[in-house]
């Protein structure tokens, strides 16, 4: 980035193939459109080319980065646009072929996930997606939100048990 | 390590971010504690479900049309002024306009800042207060005359923090985005208009901007801020873009993908 800062702007390609897929599924369970995703994710590395300049590079690249997606949602957001309906299907979900003790097995539990992950409220899914998908560490999430790193753990926390009791809830394990 | 603790680590343990002391720290108390170890696996096997979950991978075209939009950025720039904003001759009197306007808005700001007592205060403070916004127009009037790109960014700038720019203020936006030498300040003059939604000369004039940029940046920026606003009436320039074939791939893309938004929306 600071190559990019210096005005070889040439160089955000490396950039934005090292980063464009957890942004994008960073927004894509923000928004649960896939098209508007990628818009998200492209209007993000034009702000970076924009904005190259306020980079500080003694400060995390990738903190600075995912607070500059995060205003380009947050300004999508504000614009009435938020988030669209969520698919309840489940065509486009993937099983892994990792030993079924370190996955969720069945198709349908991923559909239950989905639909959990989609009921939290929007605050607790942005940090746990900045957990999960952006692997962001705790200093990391606080640098973005701007917040103590005390703040994060709890956050994350809470999200991931209210994610839990959503999804057994779902599955009929636990009462909801 | 409490039970506390360890669910506050919780997702660093399960994202194996933890260095080797927490890991071993937060391994002993699951080992010891059967309630934390309970809540371990379920959470655990949440956290790996979400791998399942979709992607959200990026079309093959994505990166193309970035990589086009990033070749027309560097080209502009390389290519550098491309129109020569016409100077007033009093050249120094910007300059000394700003520096002026800044001393008084300081001192008006200083006075509205401090809390009215009495309703004539009160009214002596929204005169001051559009005083002060006067000399705000002012200032960014004559920020945007500088032969400096950086000054009249900082005149748009102005203008975008503004509740109500006037007329003149538009019209000099307007002017930027059509005329201005530098890419960066045409684009922050399109997002400074892009919050003027409720007027409808300015998304007209907007609309008409698109064929007369030379910069394919700057045309996906007017074509993004006119799909936001729903401004059906830019469909024809849209098309037109899309149309011609020896426009930028990536804005003619961009053109057709925001046609086809408008015509959505409608």
């Not at chain 1, 690249?61 to 988030?83: I, P, T």
């Not at chain 2, 024809?236 to 046609?259: H, I, S, Y």
Request: aromatic share 6%.
């Amino acid at each position: 980035m600071e190559a990019v800062r210096a005005g070889e702007t040439g160089r955000l390609e490396e950039l934005f193939d090292r980063y464009r897929q957890p942004l994008c599924r960073y927004f894509l369970h923000l928004t649960f459109d896939r098209a508007t995703a990628e818009d998200l994710a492209q209007e993000t590395f034009f702000r970076v080319l924009k904005y190259r300049r306020s980079y500080q590079p003694e400060t995390s690249f990738r903190a600075w980065l995912y607070q500059v997606g995060r205003n380009v949602f947050h300004d999508h957001a504000s614009r009435g646009k938020g988030e669209v309906a969520m698919p309840d299907e489940t065509r486009g979900l993937r099983s892994l072929d990792a030993p079924p003790d370190r996955q969720v097995e069945r198709n349908e539990d991923s559909a239950l996930l989905r639909r959990a992950l989609a009921a939290l409220p929007r605050e607790k899914r942005e940090v746990l997606l900045m957990s999960r998908y952006l692997d962001l560490k705790y200093e990391e999430i606080a640098s973005v939100l701007n917040c103590e790193v005390g703040t994060v753990k709890v956050r994350v926390y809470r999200a991931l048990r209210e994610l839990s009791d959503r999804f057994f809830a779902l599955r009929g394990e636990r009462a909801s | 390590m409490t039970c506390e603790q360890l669910r506050q680590q919780l997702a660093e343990y399960l994202a194996e971010r933890l260095d080797a002391d927490e890991r071993e720290a937060a391994a002993a108390h699951l080992a010891s504690c059967a309630g934390c170890r309970a809540e371990a696996a379920e959470l655990g096997e949440v956290w790996r479900g979400m791998e399942s979950l979709p992607e959200g991978a990026p079309g093959a075209g994505a990166r193309k049309r970035f990589v086009e939009v990033l070749r027309a950025y560097q080209a502009g720039q390389a290519a550098g002024p491309v129109h020569t904003m016409p100077r007033r001759a009093w050249g120094w009197a910007p300059r000394a306009a700003v520096a002026a306007s800044l001393l008084v808005m300081g001192a008006l700001g200083g006075r509205y800042l401090t809390p009215p007592r009495t309703a004539g205060e009160a009214g002596d403070v929204a005169q001051l207060r559009g005083q002060v916004e006067s000399l705000r127009q002012l200032v960014t009037l004559a920020l945007l005359e500088e032969q400096s790109p950086s000054a009249r960014l900082r005149g748009v700038t102005y203008a975008y923090q503004m509740r109500q720019p006037d007329r003149e203020v538009r019209q000099a936006l307007l002017y930027a985005v059509n005329r201005d030498s530098n890419v960066n300040v045409r684009l922050s003059a399109v997002d400074a208009l892009g919050k003027l939604a409720g007027d409808p000369t300015v998304r007209q004039a907007l609309a008409e901007a698109i064929p007369a940029q030379d910069s394919p940046l700057v045309q996906v920026a007017l074509i993004d801020v006119l799909v936001d606003l729903r401004e059906t009436n830019a469909a024809p320039a849209l098309r037109a873009l899309a149309q011609n074939a020896q426009a930028n791939e990536a804005a003619r893309q961009r053109a057709a993908w925001g046609l086809e938004k408008l015509e959505a929306s409608q």
